[in-house]
């Protein structure tokens, strides 16, 4: 079945990248999301990548994206206390184009 | 601007009481989502709808039922509320895949406590 997998914590200091990773089962992913929830707050989109490329880039965001080994990476340059948050990875797949399968979560802790 | 908002942010109920939680979205969106959120299990979905009186069951639907009596309206309904219907719950919209990158816009959440 659709499985998406994260791990819980990632602790990095001021200025420094950090980098959010995910794992999927599903081969019939479409698109691929990355979500921001900050505390108390919904879900905001950061950014997507479609299935078919490697890698999308947009200003302090970088994703990385590995089919054969259904990975995909967020990471974030010059990580700041503002991007301390929780942070989702979804996927859509052929199968149910309506619906996203969510990861568990990455909380996101940023130290001056 | 999407915009989806939720009734509560907090809400405080006793076991045994039927709880409302409402949702509503200004975009026209035809799907709307029901999650709840807890620590370590991500977003779980509890129930969908594609359309008006329109509803799908979605991974944890027990203890749980909707109403989507208007478009822009969807209402999850605990009928007899637990102490482990204790969560977070965030409501979602999204339109239809017509462009595949449609994603879901997500309301602030409402924090429900079952004392």
């Known amino acids: 079945g659709e499985d998406v997998e994260q791990s819980l914590f990632l602790s990095v200091r001021e200025g420094d990248s950090s980098v959010i990773n995910c794992t999927y089962t599903d081969s019939s992913s479409t698109y691929l999301y990355w979500y921001k929830q900050e505390p108390g707050a919904g879900l905001q989109l950061l950014t997507y990548i479609f299935s078919n490329m490697d890698m999308k880039q947009d200003q302090r965001l970088t994703v990385l994206l590995n089919k054969k080994d259904k990975h995909l990476s967020l990471r974030i340059a010059d990580t700041q206390t503002g991007d301390s948050a929780i942070y989702f990875c979804?996927?859509?797949?052929?199968?149910?184009?309506?619906?996203?399968?969510f990861g568990t979560g990455t909380r996101l802790q940023v130290f001056p | 601007d999407v915009k989806v908002t939720q009734s509560s942010r907090y809400l405080v109920k006793r076991t045994g009481e039927k709880v409302f939680l409402e949702c509503v979205q200004d975009m026209d969106h035809e799907n709307m989502f029901w999650y709840r959120q807890d620590p370590g299990l991500g977003l779980r979905l509890i129930y969908f709808?594609?359309?008006?009186?329109?509803?799908e069951k979605g991974d944890i639907p027990e203890g749980y039922s909707v109403s989507r009596e208007k478009k822009e309206r969807f209402s999850l309904i605990l009928e007899s509320a637990s102490t482990n219907q204790t969560s977070m719950y965030l409501c979602a919209s999204s339109p239809p895949p017509l462009e595949d990158q449609e994603t879901q816009y997500f309301g602030p959440g409402t924090r429900l406590l079952v004392l």
């Open positions: 709808s594609y359309d008006v009186k329109m509803k």
């Open positions: 979804a996927e859509r797949t052929v199968y149910n184009t309506d619906k996203l399968i």
